[in-house]
Protein backbone atom coordinates (compact mmCIF):
# COMPACT_ATOMS: atom_id res chain seq x y z
CA UNK A 1 0.00 0.00 0.00
CA UNK A 2 1.37 3.64 -0.73
CA UNK A 3 2.29 5.93 1.95
CA UNK A 4 0.05 8.91 1.18
CA UNK A 5 1.52 10.90 3.94
CA UNK A 6 5.13 10.99 1.92
CA UNK A 7 5.77 12.66 -0.99
CA UNK A 8 6.18 10.43 -4.39
CA UNK A 9 9.59 10.15 -5.86
CA UNK A 10 8.77 9.99 -8.89
CA UNK A 11 6.17 13.31 -9.00
CA UNK A 12 8.12 16.56 -10.57
CA UNK A 13 9.49 19.46 -8.21
CA UNK A 14 6.80 21.58 -7.69
CA UNK A 15 7.03 25.11 -10.10
CA UNK A 16 7.56 28.08 -8.35
CA UNK A 17 4.93 30.59 -8.54
CA UNK A 18 4.49 34.45 -7.69
CA UNK A 19 1.27 36.56 -8.02
CA UNK A 20 2.16 39.85 -8.63
CA UNK A 21 -0.62 42.33 -8.02
CA UNK A 22 -1.45 45.81 -6.98
CA UNK A 23 -4.30 48.31 -8.40
CA UNK A 24 -4.56 50.32 -11.50
CA UNK A 25 -1.31 52.37 -12.44
CA UNK A 26 0.58 51.56 -9.03
CA UNK A 27 3.61 49.96 -11.77
CA UNK A 28 3.06 46.38 -11.65
CA UNK A 29 4.07 46.91 -14.98
CA UNK A 30 6.55 48.60 -14.80
CA UNK A 31 8.73 45.89 -11.54
CA UNK A 32 7.35 43.08 -14.00
CA UNK A 33 9.76 44.72 -17.15
CA UNK A 34 12.54 44.65 -14.46
CA UNK A 35 12.13 41.05 -13.75
CA UNK A 36 12.21 39.91 -17.14
CA UNK A 37 15.55 41.79 -17.79
CA UNK A 38 16.91 40.18 -15.02
CA UNK A 39 19.20 37.56 -15.30
CA UNK A 40 18.41 35.78 -12.51
CA UNK A 41 14.96 35.47 -13.50
CA UNK A 42 15.43 33.52 -17.36
CA UNK A 43 12.97 30.71 -18.21
CA UNK A 44 9.55 32.18 -16.16
CA UNK A 45 6.36 32.05 -17.24
CA UNK A 46 4.75 35.21 -16.90
CA UNK A 47 0.58 35.21 -16.95
CA UNK A 48 -0.90 38.32 -18.11
CA UNK A 49 -4.68 38.42 -16.73
CA UNK A 50 -5.37 42.34 -18.45
CA UNK A 51 -8.77 44.25 -17.80
CA UNK A 52 -9.24 45.91 -21.49
CA UNK A 53 -9.33 45.94 -25.18
CA UNK A 54 -5.68 46.32 -26.42
CA UNK A 55 -2.00 44.85 -24.53
CA UNK A 56 0.46 48.12 -24.85
CA UNK A 57 2.56 46.88 -22.02
CA UNK A 58 4.74 44.37 -23.11
CA UNK A 59 6.31 43.63 -26.70
CA UNK A 60 5.24 40.71 -28.37
CA UNK A 61 8.76 38.89 -29.62
CA UNK A 62 7.26 35.58 -31.46
CA UNK A 63 3.67 34.09 -31.08
CA UNK A 64 3.93 30.42 -30.25
CA UNK A 65 0.44 29.63 -29.70
CA UNK A 66 -2.76 31.51 -29.28
CA UNK A 67 -2.61 33.61 -27.00
CA UNK A 68 1.25 32.58 -26.02
CA UNK A 69 4.24 34.22 -26.98
CA UNK A 70 7.85 34.41 -26.39
CA UNK A 71 9.27 37.27 -24.97
CA UNK A 72 12.92 38.31 -24.54
CA UNK A 73 15.34 37.12 -21.87
CA UNK A 74 13.79 33.62 -22.97
CA UNK A 75 10.58 34.31 -20.90
CA UNK A 76 7.26 33.22 -21.89
CA UNK A 77 4.04 35.10 -21.28
CA UNK A 78 0.43 34.26 -22.04
CA UNK A 79 -2.73 36.04 -21.49
CA UNK A 80 -5.49 34.37 -19.51
CA UNK A 81 -8.80 33.96 -21.72
CA UNK A 82 -11.39 32.69 -18.97
CA UNK A 83 -10.32 30.51 -15.95
CA UNK A 84 -6.78 30.75 -14.76
CA UNK A 85 -7.16 27.18 -13.71
CA UNK A 86 -7.13 25.83 -17.20
CA UNK A 87 -4.46 28.23 -18.26
CA UNK A 88 -2.19 26.78 -15.18
CA UNK A 89 -3.37 22.79 -16.56
CA UNK A 90 -2.90 24.11 -19.86
CA UNK A 91 0.57 25.43 -19.40
CA UNK A 92 1.82 22.18 -17.98
CA UNK A 93 0.84 20.02 -20.50
CA UNK A 94 2.58 22.30 -23.11
CA UNK A 95 5.74 21.57 -20.58
CA UNK A 96 5.28 17.79 -19.98
CA UNK A 97 4.73 16.92 -23.93
CA UNK A 98 7.45 19.09 -25.10
CA UNK A 99 5.54 21.93 -26.91
CA UNK A 100 7.23 24.74 -24.71
CA UNK A 101 10.72 25.14 -23.72
CA UNK A 102 10.84 23.62 -19.78
CA UNK A 103 10.51 26.76 -17.51
CA UNK A 104 11.79 27.37 -14.00
CA UNK A 105 9.26 29.63 -12.47
CA UNK A 106 5.34 30.98 -13.22
CA UNK A 107 4.87 34.97 -12.42
CA UNK A 108 1.25 35.77 -12.61
CA UNK A 109 0.26 39.82 -13.00
CA UNK A 110 -3.08 40.24 -12.21
CA UNK A 111 -5.44 42.66 -13.52
CA UNK A 112 -5.92 46.12 -10.98
CA UNK A 113 -9.03 44.82 -10.81
CA UNK A 114 -8.60 41.67 -9.76
CA UNK A 115 -9.41 40.41 -5.97
CA UNK A 116 -7.15 38.29 -5.11
CA UNK A 117 -8.82 35.73 -3.01
CA UNK A 118 -10.10 33.63 -5.68
CA UNK A 119 -6.68 33.36 -7.54
CA UNK A 120 -5.29 32.32 -4.07
CA UNK A 121 -7.97 29.86 -3.38
CA UNK A 122 -7.26 28.32 -6.63
CA UNK A 123 -3.66 28.06 -6.15
CA UNK A 124 -3.97 26.88 -2.82
CA UNK A 125 -6.73 23.99 -2.33
CA UNK A 126 -7.04 23.01 -6.39
CA UNK A 127 -5.76 19.36 -6.10
CA UNK A 128 -3.86 18.81 -8.93
CA UNK A 129 -2.52 22.50 -9.06
CA UNK A 130 -0.90 22.26 -5.37
CA UNK A 131 1.16 19.37 -6.64
CA UNK A 132 2.54 20.85 -9.64
CA UNK A 133 3.04 24.43 -8.27
CA UNK A 134 4.20 26.07 -5.39
CA UNK A 135 3.02 29.33 -3.99
CA UNK A 136 5.98 31.09 -3.06
CA UNK A 137 4.38 34.52 -2.17
CA UNK A 138 2.28 37.59 -3.29
CA UNK A 139 3.68 40.78 -4.21
CA UNK A 140 1.57 43.75 -4.21
CA UNK A 141 2.58 47.27 -5.84
CA UNK A 142 1.16 50.19 -4.12
CA UNK A 143 0.90 53.82 -5.17
CA UNK A 144 2.02 56.09 -2.50
CA UNK A 145 0.35 58.99 -4.39
CA UNK A 146 -3.07 57.65 -5.08
CA UNK A 147 -2.93 55.05 -2.44
CA UNK A 148 -5.17 56.44 0.18
CA UNK A 149 -7.73 57.54 -2.38
CA UNK A 150 -7.66 53.88 -3.62
CA UNK A 151 -8.15 52.39 -0.35
CA UNK A 152 -11.14 54.19 0.55
CA UNK A 153 -12.74 53.57 -2.49
CA UNK A 154 -12.16 50.32 -4.07
CA UNK A 155 -12.06 47.09 -1.53
CA UNK A 156 -10.28 45.58 -3.87
CA UNK A 157 -7.47 47.29 -3.44
CA UNK A 158 -7.61 46.23 0.30
CA UNK A 159 -7.57 42.60 -0.15
CA UNK A 160 -4.60 43.08 -2.54
CA UNK A 161 -2.62 44.18 0.25
CA UNK A 162 -3.98 42.23 3.24
CA UNK A 163 -2.61 39.01 1.77
CA UNK A 164 0.69 40.31 0.57
CA UNK A 165 3.71 38.73 1.65
CA UNK A 166 5.81 42.02 0.57
CA UNK A 167 4.67 45.23 -0.44
CA UNK A 168 6.17 47.65 -3.07
CA UNK A 169 5.69 51.18 -2.42
CA UNK A 170 5.97 52.97 -5.85
CA UNK A 171 6.22 56.93 -6.30
CA UNK A 172 7.09 57.85 -2.59
CA UNK A 173 9.32 60.80 -4.35
CA UNK A 174 5.76 61.91 -5.07
CA UNK A 175 3.78 61.30 -1.68
CA UNK A 176 5.82 64.25 0.25
CA UNK A 177 4.45 63.43 3.81
CA UNK A 178 1.29 61.68 3.35
CA UNK A 179 3.45 59.08 2.08
CA UNK A 180 4.31 58.25 6.51
CA UNK A 181 0.32 58.70 6.92
CA UNK A 182 -0.15 55.72 3.79
CA UNK A 183 2.52 53.43 5.09
CA UNK A 184 0.55 53.42 8.72
CA UNK A 185 -3.02 52.15 7.00
CA UNK A 186 -0.87 50.26 5.30
CA UNK A 187 1.08 48.29 8.12
CA UNK A 188 -2.78 48.28 9.83
CA UNK A 189 -4.12 46.04 7.22
CA UNK A 190 -0.88 43.84 6.67
CA UNK A 191 1.17 43.96 10.18
CA UNK A 192 3.67 41.65 8.92
CA UNK A 193 4.52 42.03 5.15
CA UNK A 194 7.82 44.16 4.72
CA UNK A 195 7.99 46.93 2.28
CA UNK A 196 9.96 47.18 -0.12
CA UNK A 197 11.23 50.57 -1.95
CA UNK A 198 10.86 50.12 -5.85
CA UNK A 199 14.51 49.73 -7.03
CA UNK A 200 14.38 46.48 -4.86
CA UNK A 201 16.26 43.69 -6.94
CA UNK A 202 13.42 41.81 -9.06
CA UNK A 203 14.70 38.29 -7.83
CA UNK A 204 14.56 39.33 -4.27
CA UNK A 205 11.06 39.66 -4.12
CA UNK A 206 10.68 35.49 -5.10
CA UNK A 207 10.81 33.09 -2.77
CA UNK A 208 9.85 32.27 0.43
CA UNK A 209 6.15 29.99 0.89
CA UNK A 210 3.14 31.95 1.33
CA UNK A 211 1.24 31.45 4.20
CA UNK A 212 -1.20 32.81 6.99
CA UNK A 213 0.40 33.47 9.78
CA UNK A 214 0.93 36.96 10.55
CA UNK A 215 -1.65 38.21 8.05
CA UNK A 216 -5.26 39.47 9.27
CA UNK A 217 -7.96 37.82 10.26
CA UNK A 218 -10.21 38.39 7.38
CA UNK A 219 -7.47 36.98 4.76
CA UNK A 220 -8.85 32.91 6.25
CA UNK A 221 -12.61 34.46 5.97
CA UNK A 222 -12.05 35.68 2.78
CA UNK A 223 -10.42 32.55 1.61
CA UNK A 224 -12.83 30.73 3.88
CA UNK A 225 -15.90 32.01 1.28
CA UNK A 226 -14.02 31.08 -1.78
CA UNK A 227 -14.07 27.51 -0.42
CA UNK A 228 -18.21 28.18 -0.05
CA UNK A 229 -18.40 29.65 -3.59
CA UNK A 230 -16.10 26.76 -5.09
CA UNK A 231 -18.44 24.24 -3.44
CA UNK A 232 -22.00 26.03 -4.43
CA UNK A 233 -20.12 25.87 -8.14
CA UNK A 234 -19.47 22.65 -7.93
CA UNK A 235 -22.69 21.27 -6.93
CA UNK A 236 -23.83 23.56 -9.40
CA UNK A 237 -22.11 21.85 -11.98
CA UNK A 238 -22.81 18.76 -11.23
CA UNK A 239 -26.80 18.96 -10.99
CA UNK A 240 -26.82 21.49 -13.74
CA UNK A 241 -24.47 19.97 -15.82
CA UNK A 242 -23.64 23.63 -16.72
CA UNK A 243 -20.08 24.87 -17.65
CA UNK A 244 -17.72 26.01 -14.38
CA UNK A 245 -16.19 29.35 -15.14
CA UNK A 246 -14.14 30.59 -12.33
CA UNK A 247 -14.20 34.59 -12.38
CA UNK A 248 -11.51 36.25 -11.00
CA UNK A 249 -12.53 39.35 -12.23
CA UNK A 250 -15.34 40.03 -9.97
CA UNK A 251 -15.19 44.41 -10.33
CA UNK A 252 -18.08 46.73 -9.85
CA UNK A 253 -20.01 46.94 -12.78
CA UNK A 254 -19.48 51.04 -13.05
CA UNK A 255 -15.88 49.99 -14.22
CA UNK A 256 -15.37 49.58 -18.30
CA UNK A 257 -12.32 49.34 -20.34
CA UNK A 258 -12.05 50.59 -23.83
CA UNK A 259 -10.04 52.21 -26.48
CA UNK A 260 -9.35 55.28 -28.58
CA UNK A 261 -7.70 54.73 -31.70
CA UNK A 262 -6.60 56.84 -34.92
CA UNK A 263 -5.00 56.09 -38.22
CA UNK A 264 -3.97 59.75 -38.89
CA UNK A 265 -1.29 61.21 -37.10
CA UNK A 266 -2.48 63.72 -33.64
CA UNK A 267 -1.86 67.32 -33.63
CA UNK A 268 -0.06 68.24 -30.56
CA UNK A 269 -2.03 70.51 -29.40
CA UNK A 270 -5.29 68.79 -29.65
CA UNK A 271 -3.97 65.92 -28.04
CA UNK A 272 -2.65 68.10 -25.04
CA UNK A 273 -5.82 69.63 -24.89
CA UNK A 274 -7.99 66.47 -24.76
CA UNK A 275 -5.69 65.15 -21.65
CA UNK A 276 -5.99 68.19 -19.76
CA UNK A 277 -9.54 68.04 -20.21
CA UNK A 278 -9.95 64.39 -19.22
CA UNK A 279 -7.50 65.13 -16.59
CA UNK A 280 -8.94 68.35 -14.69
CA UNK A 281 -12.91 67.80 -15.35
CA UNK A 282 -12.84 63.98 -14.81
CA UNK A 283 -10.03 62.51 -12.88
CA UNK A 284 -11.16 60.65 -10.14
CA UNK A 285 -12.73 58.38 -12.34
CA UNK A 286 -9.63 58.06 -14.90
CA UNK A 287 -8.36 55.21 -13.22
CA UNK A 288 -6.07 54.12 -15.54
CA UNK A 289 -5.00 55.36 -19.28
CA UNK A 290 -2.39 54.43 -21.28
CA UNK A 291 -1.10 54.01 -24.85
CA UNK A 292 0.88 55.19 -27.89
CA UNK A 293 0.48 58.06 -29.69
CA UNK A 294 1.28 59.45 -33.16
CA UNK A 295 2.13 63.07 -32.94
CA UNK A 296 1.90 64.77 -36.20
CA UNK A 297 5.02 67.13 -35.65
CA UNK A 298 6.96 63.53 -35.15
CA UNK A 299 4.61 60.58 -36.00
CA UNK A 300 7.80 58.02 -36.41
CA UNK A 301 8.56 58.75 -32.45
CA UNK A 302 5.02 57.31 -31.00
CA UNK A 303 4.86 59.23 -27.70
CA UNK A 304 4.22 56.61 -24.91
CA UNK A 305 1.40 58.42 -22.20
CA UNK A 306 0.77 56.96 -18.93
CA UNK A 307 -2.21 58.10 -16.72
CA UNK A 308 -3.74 57.62 -13.28
CA UNK A 309 -6.70 59.87 -11.80
CA UNK A 310 -5.89 63.51 -11.63
CA UNK A 311 -1.86 62.48 -12.17
CA UNK A 312 -0.86 62.60 -16.25
CA UNK A 313 3.23 61.20 -15.93
CA UNK A 314 4.99 63.20 -18.40
CA UNK A 315 4.86 61.93 -21.41
CA UNK A 316 8.42 59.93 -23.37
CA UNK A 317 9.07 59.73 -27.02
CA UNK A 318 10.06 56.07 -28.30
CA UNK A 319 13.06 56.41 -31.18
CA UNK A 320 10.75 54.09 -33.31
CA UNK A 321 7.26 52.36 -32.75
CA UNK A 322 7.92 48.85 -31.15
CA UNK A 323 5.85 46.74 -33.76
CA UNK A 324 4.16 47.18 -36.91
CA UNK A 325 0.78 48.66 -36.21
CA UNK A 326 1.50 52.82 -36.23
CA UNK A 327 -2.10 53.92 -35.03
CA UNK A 328 -2.34 55.95 -31.98
CA UNK A 329 -4.20 53.99 -29.37
CA UNK A 330 -5.15 54.57 -25.71
CA UNK A 331 -6.14 52.14 -23.59
CA UNK A 332 -8.58 53.82 -20.68
CA UNK A 333 -10.31 52.47 -17.28
CA UNK A 334 -12.90 54.50 -16.03
CA UNK A 335 -15.64 54.11 -13.56
CA UNK A 336 -18.77 55.74 -13.80
CA UNK A 337 -17.55 57.76 -17.12
CA UNK A 338 -19.72 57.02 -19.99
CA UNK A 339 -16.97 55.43 -22.45
CA UNK A 340 -19.20 56.87 -25.84
CA UNK A 341 -18.60 60.23 -24.15
CA UNK A 342 -15.38 59.98 -23.83
CA UNK A 343 -14.89 58.89 -27.71
CA UNK A 344 -17.26 62.14 -29.04
CA UNK A 345 -14.74 64.32 -27.25
CA UNK A 346 -11.41 62.18 -28.48
CA UNK A 347 -13.07 62.52 -32.37
CA UNK A 348 -14.06 66.19 -31.46
CA UNK A 349 -10.53 67.37 -30.74
CA UNK A 350 -9.50 65.54 -33.88
CA UNK A 351 -11.92 67.33 -35.82
CA UNK A 352 -14.15 64.20 -36.82
CA UNK A 353 -17.51 65.07 -35.30
CA UNK A 354 -19.57 62.22 -34.96
CA UNK A 355 -22.88 62.43 -36.62
CA UNK A 356 -24.94 60.33 -34.26
CA UNK A 357 -23.82 62.00 -31.06
CA UNK A 358 -23.84 65.52 -29.54
CA UNK A 359 -22.26 68.44 -31.01
CA UNK A 360 -18.57 68.18 -31.40
CA UNK A 361 -18.02 72.13 -30.71
CA UNK A 362 -20.51 72.08 -27.94
CA UNK A 363 -17.89 69.08 -26.19
CA UNK A 364 -15.08 70.69 -26.38
CA UNK A 365 -16.40 74.03 -24.94
CA UNK A 366 -18.27 72.43 -21.61
CA UNK A 367 -16.63 68.50 -20.83
CA UNK A 368 -18.93 68.16 -17.78
CA UNK A 369 -22.06 68.16 -20.43
CA UNK A 370 -22.20 64.35 -19.90
CA UNK A 371 -21.14 63.70 -16.96
CA UNK A 372 -21.24 59.50 -17.19
CA UNK A 373 -23.09 56.44 -17.97
Not at 73 to 95: F, N, S, Y
Not at 140 to 150: E, I, L, M, P
Not at 176 to 187: N, P, S, V
Not at 297 to 314: F, K, N, S, T, Y
Request: proline share 7%.
Amino acid sequence: MTDLSKPDPRAPEPIPLTVLTGFLGAGKTTLLNRMLRDPALTDTVVIVNEFGEIGLDHLLIETIDEGMVLLGAGCLCCTVRGDLIATLEDLLRKRDNGRIQPFRRVVIETTGLADPAPILHALIYHPYLVIRYRLQGVVTVVDAVNGASTLDAHAEAVRQVAVADQIVVTKRDLAGEDGAALEARLRALNPSAPFRDASVPPHALLGGLFGLDGKSDDVRAWLGAEAERAEHDHHAHGHHHGHHHHDVNRHDAAIRAFSLTSDAPVPRAAFEMFLDLLRSSHGPNLLRLKGLVALADAPERPLVVHGVQHVIHAPVHLAAWPDADHRSRLVLIVRDLDPAFVTRLWDAFLGRPRVDGPDAAALTQNPLAIPGG
